[in-house]
């Protein structure tokens, strides 16, 4: 029976536990209106997943200060004007099991100034010909900015009843590019060796601690590689993972890529089990360093393959983006035996900036 299954058991993450062991990874839903504010539809999407019985959903990157929005109808969470609007999400999601975390995101280069509202910001000014002009290098005090941002992003988010955030420390974004040698040449103390490169993510979870207090849970997805040369490493992500754990982080979602790289995390055409778990012999050598829960991720789909990473020990809960949006209740769905793959092909098409959808699933009703 698959509610026998080690995926339906509840797991601890810091204070609080998530009833099985799915997890919805962040997933920029396209779905806040222009301005950054929650939808009706976004709390909406989210109220279904948490129907379709999702452990733990973790929203698309919300920005945490104007310079950092990465995309058109991203969730803003850089003023306390959002908070009405960001309240309504774990207020839908509570009606289930079901835990909710904000992800928090600066989007670093990975924009454009029509976007960011300025020349995008950087660690140091290492062009991604992706997005033209090379960066601004950060001054130190549009690193203390940020520095609050985030911090004030967690308070935000706490306040408006999410059970916690995760911090979006991978695909090239900010706090990636703080980490990675290839985008941070910087020789203050923020750059040059390991533990400067983190030196900001540090201060970050320190301060969220400071304000939040050591209750509220902060987990975050790391790259474990960027897939380009002279940039992170798996050895650079252990290391990472290590710090982070003393630091307080609750859990760690392993993935990688970054644009530059022309290799990201969402891969196109997973097709057999074999392809499944992509990032997973990152997650496994992570899990060996830490003692906190890992999350395996990137192009998951068959129960039994999901189950055996569990159950082997390569990680602690399974994460999914792509199927959620085909299947919100996918995990009901297991639990009922009534499937045991998802459907979702890895086509890509669900990217869609009028909101995610399954564009596999038009087509075959058109
Ligand atoms: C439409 C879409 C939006 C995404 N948005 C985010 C995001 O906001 N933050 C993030 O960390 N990853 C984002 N991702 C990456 C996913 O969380 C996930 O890491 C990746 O798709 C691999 O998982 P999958 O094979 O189950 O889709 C997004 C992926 C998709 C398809």
Not at 115 to 123: H, K, Q, R, V
Not at 170 to 183: N, V
Not at 197 to 221: H, N, S, T
């Amino acid at each position: 029976m698959p509610t026998e299954s080690i995926l339906f058991s509840p797991v601890r993450i810091g204070r609080i536990i998530v009833p099985n062991r799915f997890v919805r990874s962040a997933t920029h839903d396209f779905l806040s209106d222009g301005d950054g504010f929650i939808t009706d539809r976004l709390v909406s999407l989210l109220e279904n997943l948490a129907e379709g019985e999702t452990g733990l959903i973790i929203t698309g990157h919300a920005f945490v200060h104007p310079t950092g929005q990465a995309s058109p109808r991203q969730i803003a969470v850089f003023d306390d004007r959002f908070l009405a609007g960001l309240k309504k999400i774990p207020e839908a999601v509570h009606r289930f099991d079901s835990k909710i975390f904000l992800q928090l995101s600066h989007a670093g280069r990975q924009t454009k100034k029509k976007l960011c509202g300025c020349e995008p910001l950087a660690p140091s000014s290492v062009a991604d010909p992706n997005f033209g002009k090379p960066p601004k290098k950060m001054t130190a005090r549009n690193i203390q900015d940020v520095r609050t941002s985030f911090v004030q992003s967690a308070r935000r988010a706490q306040e408006a009843g999410f059970d916690g955030i995760q911090l979006h420390i991978a695909h090239g974004y900010l706090l990636s590019g703080f980490i990675s040698p290839h985008t941070n040449r910087r020789t203050d103390d923020y750059g040059g060796s390991p533990e400067n490169r983190y030196r900001l993510i540090a201060e970050i979870i320190q301060e969220i601690i400071d304000v939040c207090g050591p209750d509220f849970p902060q987990i975050v997805k790391l790259n474990s590689t960027d897939f380009i040369k002279d940039g992170l490493e798996i050895a650079d992500s252990l290391q990472i993972a290590r710090w982070l754990e003393k630091d307080g982080i609750a859990g760690i979602e392993v993935s990688g890529g970054m644009a530059e790289a022309g290799k990201g995390s969402v891969w196109k055409g997973v097709r057999s089990e074999e392809e499944e778990g992509y990032f997973m012999d990152n997650a496994v050598r992570i899990k060996q360093a830490v003692g906190i829960p890992v999350f395996g991720l990137g192009g998951f789909r068959t129960f039994s393959v999901m189950e055996d990473a569990i159950q082997e020990g390569s990680a602690d809960l399974v994460s999914m983006s792509r199927p959620f949006i085909r299947e919100p209740h996918l995990v009901k769905k297991y639990r009922e035996g009534i499937i045991k793959k998802a459907a979702c092909i890895s086509c890509n098409l669900c990217f869609n900036p009028r909101g995610i959808s399954c564009g596999a699933l038009k087509k075959v009703n058109t």
